[in-house]
């Protein structure tokens, strides 16, 4: 029979049935003093002793007693009696009550004569003067920072009670594979419990990964009551789905009680909280966002509650640049890139697919879309939540429109730079018109119009108000992708694997179908629509698609034939307000590099004769 | 001979000079996956294959030809002839082109009846869809978040190239105890080099602490020499001033070259910057706050030129409770608390003596005043950059006035519920001046009236035109502590150990003396002044002093005899338009709770009926 999920409950629900069902004491482990930082203080530290313990120069001098030296002038210097060569952190004796500094003083052998009087206590650092026996240091739940482990070691510190969560991560499902082990058709690398290892430890939680477990209801049953032993919480990952092998619930049940299956979220709908001898454990669903999604908004909310590391994420108000629809009721996440252009934050959602880890590596901010909402209209104001620093969004570089592997490398020759290329395929026309939005620094396309020229019809019509310009990356070649070496004129009849509308590579191909008066219907899969080049690629090596249009690096890449069609000029548009923006002159910069030419001959397909040309594009 | 820097240049020239004379290209170390995050990539990483290599499911459902389906309703349920039950993940074979939740499917006897049409690859999720072999993950200089090991991980790695610093820490000096030894007058515990590592490794720097070096030039000579073989970078702590024993400069122009003595920085001005074997060399000035200023604002912006991770601080514009008067000429640098009362963000400069290292534990934030400024007038608005997270500043409670130990085990007590107590210690006089100038949160004051009454008297004078109430705390004893049970009648010839005017204990004394007649030019000391309690019973068992004024607690905590003077009322004053901000509304829970009450029984000196009793301040 198909599973329903037990109870849909909502977020904010769920977070106060964690606070109300259980008890968050924290396990606590004593850390070396050289390894506490970052660590969060079981209770309080106090000195052993006081610093200084006694009375201390604090510069290189001569202790004096500060009576003997009144009256001391450039017109009448003094010669002590009594005084005593210090250094800095030497013991000032009992009897002398200052330090005269050793550049205020004259040496002739054996005497000191001074031409300025010492106050009382001058440059003497009293005892306890930084800290007395027995004072606190540092109160109970305090964040060790790095520089305080010198204060820590200046006060007889040498080891550090602190505090953790132990934290039992079992991987379920027969299709596992470690990372590192390619996976066979089917099969899946386990990498929720990597993930959820790496984000939780950084709170100050101990988790251990346990061994893969098969889908199989009593190996998941011993899996889950060995973890709970071991551990304050447990998480399972996956099969906490309604899968016909998706246990994880009936487990827990067995085990002890569920408390949730399904909280209203998306991602991460398909959770499990329950009870196992007094402990909480939960079921993670299997979908790699999704288990981001969970392990962000409820885990690490409620390990929280322990007393570990967790900090909100600073969030910058930002103008959304398209449209989101949502349906009333979930808590919605949606992964972002956000930059600044000129002095306007803009956030542009990412692809919602659940699968996507990429989106995750390529998102520097997200949105949480409360349940009541309906979503945003484009151009919206709305709190973008950041998952970098804020000085590396600040330094964001958008580019958006006409994708090509180059791109990548762009982002990867100006990052050390401390510039971070964050690139949206949206094709050359979608590219275009956030560039008129002003939604994005630069514009990559590849335009062909009517008269053979490229870009600049399209900026006359798409931008015609605003002044732009052209940066050529490549001229490159675009072609024929197959297994069997198929050319252009091979194409009708097979299976064709298209690109999206609005893409240069589209335009080109219907460009070249008009001239060659092919008509679109009679290839099968012309509706078929993939966003790149190496998708494109890939559905042909795949076997899903006999031949596609890409350019020669993407065939290349995947080690296919590749029979060119067309040269066409690749390039950047870009505004002329933003000509002068440090990112864009970075990335300028870096197109015309010797080493991003050499790339380029590297990869092939990409004639470099205008790479680096400026050019203008309207006004 | 006294020795005198070389040349003294500018923060900014430092830098400038950093950068032009040294190379800064990093150390390369593969780390293995689970590691890596917080890592920096010293090159691109490619997907090793697509993921997913072939089209699998994207739910869990039946995998059908979409052509099948089509016309299917409510009133028109579909028979399907050819499906296949998959689950999410599960491959969808060649001949399928779009996969049916199994929640719109109906299943009798082997055979699926949709009643909705299915839209070609519907919940498919295509090869390639997450990314293509050979596609770019992440680029060069890209620090690894925590989430992205999962992404990496599904894509085949499992070991990074990532780039470090290797720095070499050489502590020098004769007085160098290691920590855990409790030093000897005279000797020093060795923290500069454990904070110097902990701050430098948060980078992703290598750092080795080698053995200390005693003061002598040949064995720094060598020391230094192997660790300039063994390192990219060295840093030698301490000797860089101009003592006697300040041999650091002369070793490294023995083996190479020095470029720069002394930095126009306060603290921080005894810095050297050398060069052996290209190596850049610097020493590290004594004095802890020296050394972490020179740490923080010369060595990291070096070791970020190496592609370490280093983010600037977040800054918040804050008004300046105290005016700052500094020279022109250097850039000088202020440890401080910062607080939010109400909207407005407040900072107090803290203590300038460069070897209270409490200080860098109690600062929350710091001050850069540019070498060009003479300082600031109170009130004026400066950027205060954040040593916490900002969530953290925003929970600061800043509590000013009188000290008394208990206020620390009160941080401890409420620490765990996220707020941050931060104590300044300028008497009961200047916390009621804080209060009135709205600077703080609460002011602990002790301040007794002719009348005999507590505190009510000074509100009224100084307070009258703001609503305030009075928190009791507990009723405490003041007492003379000694080394020989001295008590207030001894004290007259006796060497005394006296309070700062202003603060409570003071006004006590004084107040006494009047009672009794005793004029304060008979005591010696008089006019020798401390801070705190502690400080004074510290000053007393060190045998600076015969006697002095503290609470019970303070006398016990050193061992030291106690007479009884008198019993006040200390209590905490606030302003009615903070009675309900969560941060003081804390607090007051703490003060209530049986787990204070406890505390004070164990210090001992406090009574505690009236503790926890709100009674009217003023309006």
């Known amino acids: 029979m198909v599973k329903r999920y037990l109870s849909v409950i909502t977020l904010d629900e769920t977070l106060a049935l964690l606070a109300r069902e259980f008890s968050t004491t924290p396990a606590i482990v004593r850390v070396p003093l050289e390894n506490a930082h970052g660590r969060i203080t079981a209770g309080p530290i106090f000195a052993r002793y006081s610093v200084p313990e006694i009375h201390v120069s604090a510069m290189d001098g001569i202790a004096v007693v500060s009576a003997d030296t009144k009256g001391a002038s450039e017109q009448h210097p003094v010669t002590l009696n009594r005084a005593l060569r210090v250094n800095t952190g030497n013991i000032v004796p009992m009897e002398y009550d200052a330090v005269i500094m050793i550049e205020d003083v004259w040496e002739e052998g054996g005497t000191y004569t001074i031409r300025k009087g010492a106050a009382p206590w001058q440059h003497i650092r009293p005892a306890g003067e930084d800290l007395a026996e027995s004072e606190m240091v540092i109160p109970t739940g305090h964040r060790i920072r790095p520089h305080e482990l010198g204060g820590l070691a200046t006060y007889g510190i040498t080891e550090i009670s602190t505090i953790t969560v132990r934290i039992g991560l079992v991987p379920t499902g ?74 994880t619930a009936d487990v827990i049940a067995g085990l002890g009680e569920v408390l949730v299956h399904g909280v209203a979220t998306k991602p991460g709908k398909p959770v499990i909280i329950g009870r196992i001898e007094k402990k909480p454990v939960f079921g993670l669903p299997g979908y790699p966002l999704s288990a981001l999604t969970v392990l962000r908004e409820i885990v690490l909310p409620f390990v929280k509650r322990y007393g570990m590391f967790v900090v909100d994420p600073v969030f910058i108000p930002a103008e959304i640049t398209t449209a989101m629809a949502k349906e009333i009721g979930s808590d919605e996440f949606v992964l972002c890139t956000l930059g600044k252009i000129g002095n306007r934050w803009v956030v542009s959602p990412q692809s919602k697919g659940a699968g996507v880890q990429m989106a995750a590596i390529r998102a520097n901010a997200y949105l949480r879309i409360p349940r009541a909402s309906e979503g945003f209209d484009a151009g919206s104001i709305v709190n973008a939540k950041l998952m970098v620093a804020r000085e590396e ?19 990867d020759l100006i990052r050390p730079t401390g510039v971070t290329l964050l690139s949206t395929h949206v094709g050359s026309m979608g590219g275009l018109l956030a560039l008129r939005k002003n939604e994005c620094h630069g514009a990559p396309a590849h335009l062909l119009s009517d008269d053979g020229t490229y870009n600049t019809e399209y900026l006359r019509k798409y931008l015609a108000e605003t002044t732009t310009h052209l940066l050529c990356i490549a001229e490159r070649q675009q072609g024929v992708v197959s297994r069997d070496d198929l050319s252009f004129s091979d194409i009708p009849g ?54 596609g249009l890409c350019v020669y690096s993407a065939a290349k890449a995947l080690g296919l034939p590749f029979v060119p069609v067309a040269s066409e000029r690749y390039e950047l548009a870009f505004r002329q307000e933003n000509a002068d923006d440090p990112r864009l002159a970075a990335l300028i910069e870096a197109v015309r ?22 050019r203008p594009g309207t006004g």
């Open 174 to 247: 027969s299709e596992l594979v470690a990372h590192g082990t390619r996976p066979k058709p089917g099969q899946v690398v386990e990498s929720n419990t990597v993930m959820a290892k790496a984000i939780l430890e950084e709170t100050g939680a101990t988790c251990t990964r346990y061994p893969f477990v098969e889908d199989h209801p009593e190996k998941i049953r011993d899996a889950i009551a060995h973890a709970v032993k071991e551990n304050d919480i447990v998480i399972v990952s996956a099969g906490s789905s309604a899968g016909t092998k998706d246990y």
């Open 393 to 411: 969004a600040e330094h964001a570089l958008l580019i958006t429109g006409s994708h090509d592997p180059v791109i990548d490398y762009l982002a």
């Open 494 to 547: 097979r299976r064709f694997i298209n690109r999206q509308k609005g893409s240069g590579t589209r335009m080109l191909f219907d460009h070249e179908l008009k001239k060659a008066r092919i008509d679109p219907a009679s290839i099968p899969g012309y509706e078929r629509e993939v966003t790149t080049h190496i998708a494109v690629a890939l559905a042909v090596k795949s076997g899903e698609a006999d031949a």
């Open 593 to 614: 590099s010797p080493a991003f030419i050499a790339i380029m001959e590297r990869l092939g397909g990409y004639e470099t004769q205008e790479t680096g040309r400026l």
